[in-house]
């Protein structure tokens, strides 16, 4: 049974056998073979076993809007499908505490430009199981259950995804925070933990701090316990002025928002953000690109951890199934305070569909487990078509649920920061634009001393922190390309 091949309306599919005719200019034909959806592959038991010290591990994940487990103890893993989810846009599903339920939303879209409705469900965890109704119809956003609570399954959950008028976020004034009780698979009346806003990211195992990330620059947190002090945005970097030398900060754009589970570090939250090409004191984190690192930052704005998405499926060159970038996607922190997960993209060469060209394509290919605590990886469900083709998977929403032994403790001081960001310099070390390419009166693209693209959103940051045009000085010649770069920022 051929599923899921998406084509424009000038493909047409041979009804004699499984093939796709692309016709071009109405002249040239050319013809790709249609695929079958392969099995994906589930990680062997004991690895399991081996990496978190108990195959009592469960990961639910999306595909093709369709919801999903795996359930490692069991005898013989497998996927399965939660055949009576059948609402649209299925995403952000998280297990809770007790590993007997599943948090998702319907409809989802939270967009401050493009907003649409989406509802707060729960369903047991298994196959045939329906789904139940937690949130108004179209009022709930990405509910999370309530972390260290055992006794009663608690969801919170926001009502609003858009920012209202006058305003830039959805933080700022839209809907509100609300929790239910969930006794016997019957939702409690609800309550507002939180009146001024809707915040995306869960709230802390101690119910004191909420987090978020929107289509704007920064993460956010806020301290319900001071609320007087308002949210705070977090993950800003200090760049230096090239010609005063005095500083000036920078907020990155973050998502995929998801707050800690953990006891010790309540006031910490887990995102990605857009990249980040300047230059850091900290050696091993001097430049990333796009989804390209994970992090794990305080309120306080500090650095605690991160992590680089893994390089190892980086194949160099312009073959069928070369790859070109690799990078994490739908980041969540675990029940369990030392591990986490995210699908790992890769950008993948592939014959496009609908010309004879190669073509670069982003495929979810891997659901991986994060040690956080070891910076280990373990990678549990693959869905990589290396033979065939592009995968036709797209691996989504991922969440991991691990067992936690009675009388756990965490160890002291397991996540104690790295770096911080209030310190850090970028940009007048390593920026720099083609020298050939800047011409006045015409576009030209930003990059890194080797080559790395800069993207626009990050110049235009860059542009509005600095107060206006951004100007490049200090020549550097490449003798092997005859290239000539701009690498210090001026900004008049």
Not at 122 to 139: K, L, T, W, Y
Not at 238 to 256: E, F, K, S, W, Y
Not at 333 to 361: C, F, G
Request: aromatic fraction near 12%; include cysteine; proline fraction near 5%.
């Amino acid at each position: 049974m051929i599923e899921r091949f998406s084509h424009p309306a000038h493909l047409v599919q041979s009804r004699v056998c499984r093939y796709i005719s692309c016709i071009v200019a109405g002249a040239h034909i050319f013809v790709f073979p249609l695929r079958a959806k392969p099995d994906i592959t589930i990680v062997d038991p004991q690895e399991v076993a081996d990496f978190f010290g108990t195959r009592n591990v469960k990961v639910v994940f999306t595909d093709d809007q369709r919801l999903y487990y795996v359930d490692f103890a069991e005898t013989g893993p497998a996927s399965h499908q939660f055949v009576n989810v059948t609402q649209q846009k299925v995403a952000a599903p998280v297990i809770s505490p007790d590993g007997q339920w599943i948090a998702y939303s319907s409809g989802t879209g939270i967009d401050a430009n493009s907003p649409s409705p989406s509802t707060a469900w729960i369903i047991p965890f298994h196959a045939q199981a329906e789904p139940v109704m937690i949130s108004e119809e179209g009022s709930g956003y990405v509910p999370r259950f309530m972390p260290l609570n055992k006794e009663t399954s608690s969801v919170i959950y926001a009502t609003c995804g858009t920012k209202i008028d006058g305003k830039d976020y959805s933080w700022d004034g839209c809907g509100q925070m609300m929790i239910r009780d969930i006794v016997d698979g019957i939702p409690g009346t609800g309550r507002t933990v939180y009146g001024g806003g809707s915040f995306f990211g869960g709230i802390s195992a101690d119910s004191r701090y909420l987090c978020s990330g929107e289509n704007r620059r920064g993460a956010f947190m806020l301290d319900l316990d001071n609320q007087n002090q308002g949210v705070q945005v977090i993950h800003w970097f200090a760049v230096t002025h090239a010609t005063t030398g005095n500083d000036t900060d920078i907020t990155l754009q973050t998502c995929n928002p998801s707050i800690s589970q953990s006891a010790r570090y309540p006031g910490v939250m887990m995102f990605l953000d857009f990249g980040f090409p300047g230059a850091f004191e900290y050696p091993d984190i001097e430049s990333w690109g796009f989804h390209q690192i994970l992090f794990i930052t305080s309120i306080d704005n500090e650095i605690m951890r991160y992590f680089r998405a893994p390089r190892d499926l980086i194949i160099p060159g312009y073959d069928t199934g070369a790859v070109s970038n690799v990078s994490w996607i739908h980041s969540e922190w675990s029940n369990h305070p030392y591990y986490a997960v995210a699908a790992e993209r890769a950008t993948r060469l592939w014959p496009s569909p609908d010309l004879p060209v190669m073509a670069p394509q982003d495929r979810n290919e891997h659901i991986t487990a994060i040690n956080l605590k070891d910076s280990s990886y373990l990678r549990m469900i693959s869905a990589t078509d290396t033979t065939e083709g592009a995968s036709v998977y797209q691996l989504s929403f991922m969440h991991l649920w691990v067992e936690i032994p009675d009388g756990f403790e965490e160890d002291d001081g397991w996540l104690e920061g790295i770096s911080d960001v209030k310190k850090t310099r970028g940009f007048h070390a390593n920026t720099a634009v083609p020298f050939s390419s800047r011409g006045r009166g015409h576009a030209y693209s930003l990059y890194t001393i080797d080559g790395r693209k800069i993207s626009s959103s990050m110049h235009k940051a860059l542009k509005s922190a600095l107060g206006g045009r951004v100007y490049f000085a200090e020549i550097i010649s490449d003798n092997n390309t005859n290239a000539r770069f701009y690498k210090r920022i001026v900004v008049k």
